[in-house]
């Protein structure tokens, strides 16, 4: 028995994913498979933004479910290969002008699973299981890079640490703005290349925080008057 239901996917996203499948195929050698690239595009884009089970895609199309398996793995390494290194998308902003980029983690949610193995997945922070990637953008929102998943319950500061964010800023030359999540990343106090907002405590208030740096701004604008 089979049910029919409706995705919501785009169908450019579609073609650029059969795309990609053709390209690979003809570069291999093997232009074969079971069906056609834009109905093996569909079925993965089905299992990975809508979390559609395999077994279910596989009996809908009448394929087996290692197939779908297989499917879904080869159309991940063939995106993976298409992503801008780190390196290289920091390096481009610089070149284009760009002082500084806005970093940010993120809970993309899933499907809770059984089994031990899923625990790692769930975020106290967002109560809800899913997996956890860090984005950089430029100055207007435009994405410029995002990581590799990682399970959900990941710090941000774990996984930029991971990436090497610090060092790679960097190397560029630029700088980044970032939320709370990200405090004690860069400890540089006298040239801080990751800025970060400031949380309340019980010693430091919040109010004198931002005084203290106002005044500390409003001297260093007389000194440079001044000075010219």
Not at 67 to 72: G, L, P, S
């Amino acid at each position: 028995m089979s049910n029919q239901c409706r995705l919501p996917l785009s169908t450019r996203t579609v073609n650029h994913l059969a795309d990609l499948l053709r390209h690979h195929l003809k570069a291999i050698r093997s232009r074969w498979r079971i069906l056609p690239p834009g109905k093996i595009a569909v079925i993965v884009l089905a299992v990975l933004r809508h979390d559609q089970r395999l077994a279910d895609m596989a009996g809908g199309n009448d394929v087996s479910e290692s197939t779908v398996r297989r499917w879904r793995d080869e159309l991940i390494g063939l995106l993976a290969a298409k992503a801008q290194r780190l390196d290289r998308a920091l390096r481009k902003v610089a070149k284009q002008g760009g002082e500084l980029v806005l970093i940010d983690g993120t809970l993309i949610r899933t499907r809770r699973r059984t089994g031990k193995a899923d625990r790692r997945n769930y975020s106290g922070k967002h109560r809800s299981h899913g997996l956890h990637f860090l984005a950089l953008t430029d100055e207007k929102g435009r994405l410029i890079w995002i990581s590799a998943a990682r399970p959900g319950r990941t710090h941000d500061n774990t996984a930029a640490r991971h990436d090497h964010i610090l060092a790679h800023l960097r190397a560029a030359g630029l700088g980044a703005l970032a939320d709370l999540g990200f405090r004690g990343l860069d400890n540089d106090i006298l040239d801080p290349v990751i800025v970060t907002g400031y949380a309340a405590s019980r010693t430091h208030k919040l109010r004198s925080r931002i005084s203290t740096e106002r005044d500390r701004l409003i001297s260093a604008g007389q000194a440079w008057s001044s000075s010219g």
